[in-house]
């Protein structure tokens, strides 16, 4: 188990899963960028669903928290449900998920309101 591994909390469930499911964690550049852009993506797509729900609901932080908590479900809520019949992940690591992903969302969903302008 490198040092990359122990510094973080789900190091042990994660490494657990990939040796069950035979599969080497190769993280290089190239997965590190997908990731990000991933992650990129995902952020534009908040800030869109606040501006589109801004006229009904209102700027502010209020709808910036509908559009973190509305992406929050179509996209973390919607896979960890269909992924659960597989037994990818053990139950800790998907509340764990879930639970790190809502704080995401909103976070990323209150500085894309902020700096969202017309």
Do not use: C, D, K
């Not at 591994?5 to 190239?30: D, K, Q, Y």
């Not at 992940?89 to 309101?113: K, P």
């Amino acid at each position: 188990m490198g040092l990359r591994w122990r510094i973080f909390p789900l190091a042990s469930e994660l490494e657990a899963t990939l040796r069950r499911l035979n599969v080497t964690m190769g993280l290089g550049p190239a997965q590190g960028m997908l990731h990000l852009a991933t992650r990129f993506l995902l952020g534009l797509g908040v800030v869109w669903l606040y501006a589109a729900i801004r006229p009904r609901f209102g700027a502010g932080p209020r709808t910036a928290m509908l559009a973190g908590v509305f992406m929050w479900i179509f996209t973390l809520v919607f896979w960890t449900v269909l992924s659960y019949p597989y037994g990818l992940y053990s139950a800790y690591v998907r509340t764990i998920m879930l639970v790190w992903g809502f704080f995401e969302m909103q976070l990323v969903a209150q500085a894309g309101a902020w700096l969202y302008r017309e």
